[in-house]
């Protein structure tokens, strides 16, 4: 099994909404990423867990805040959004991160989000 | 400093053979990767090199020029499907962080 969930597949909040985006992967893959892709731009990161600890943060501003509950799981709250940050979010997953080896990244079908 | 370049777009014929480029400038390398994008979906893996040389994989080729800063995706017997865009991903030595191009819209016509 080669999968990676993500819920919800679509997405309409405003900008004084709370939600979440999930991703689940049963991969027993280490390293979960979140990257966020405008249209025609390649992904661009945001977050990465390694044995759900969270590794990077590329100065992702505070209303995104990532969680990893468990190996298997991944979320990212959301909170006092702006319309700038409609994109699709996608999750990942790879084996492991870091100087454990290079591995390639199995993507979710992402969580297409309007901010109105 | 980091930079990955790739055609914006290219157009090929149904059956043909298409060639897509990519060079990289990183501060260390370790590995290349090729994925397919649908529009509106996610990217899918199609190939990985770290050694210089030909990686072939059905329809799929890839090569890869660690001294060059290069590497190519080959597509041979072009489908309609294949219509998509195809990234090329480098993963940082320094940083561990995969760094994606801006992508190669392929388009293939009947």
């Known amino acids: 099994d080669t999968e990676v969930t993500q819920t919800p597949k679509h997405l309409v909040m405003g900008m004084t909404n709370k939600k979440s985006l999930k991703c689940e992967q049963h991969m027993g893959h280490r390293a979960m990423y979140w990257y966020k892709q405008k249209a025609k731009k390649p992904p661009e990161l945001m977050f990465v867990y390694s044995y759900e600890k969270l590794s990077i943060n590329e100065s992702v501003p505070s209303r995104f805040s990532p969680e990893c509950p468990n190996s298997s799981l991944l979320n990212l709250h959301l909170h006092a959004l702006q319309p700038e940050d409609s994109a699709l979010y996608l999750c990942?997953?790879?084996?492991?991160w870091g100087a454990g080896g290079t591995y390639e990244q199995y993507f979710g079908p992402g969580t297409r989000l309007t901010v109105t | 400093g980091q930079n990955i370049d790739q055609p914006t777009e290219m157009t090929a014929t149904e059956g043909a053979i298409v060639q897509i480029n990519c060079t990289y400038q990183?501060?260390?390398?370790?590995?290349l990767f090729w994925y397919q994008q649908h529009a509106g979906e996610a990217p899918t893996f199609l190939s990985y090199?770290?050694?210089?040389g030909l990686e072939e994989k059905g329809r799929f080729s890839s090569f890869l020029s660690r001294s060059k800063g290069y590497s190519y995706l080959l597509l041979k017997e072009l489908q309609m499907k294949d219509s998509a865009s195809y990234l090329c991903?480098?993963?940082?030595?320094?940083?561990?962080?995969?760094?994606f191009g801006t992508g190669t819209r392929l388009k293939v016509l009947a």
């Open positions: 990942a997953s790879s084996q492991v």
């Open positions: 990183t501060s260390g390398f370790n590995g």
């Open positions: 090199n770290v050694l210089d």
């Open positions: 991903a480098v993963r940082d030595s320094g940083t561990y962080k995969y760094i």
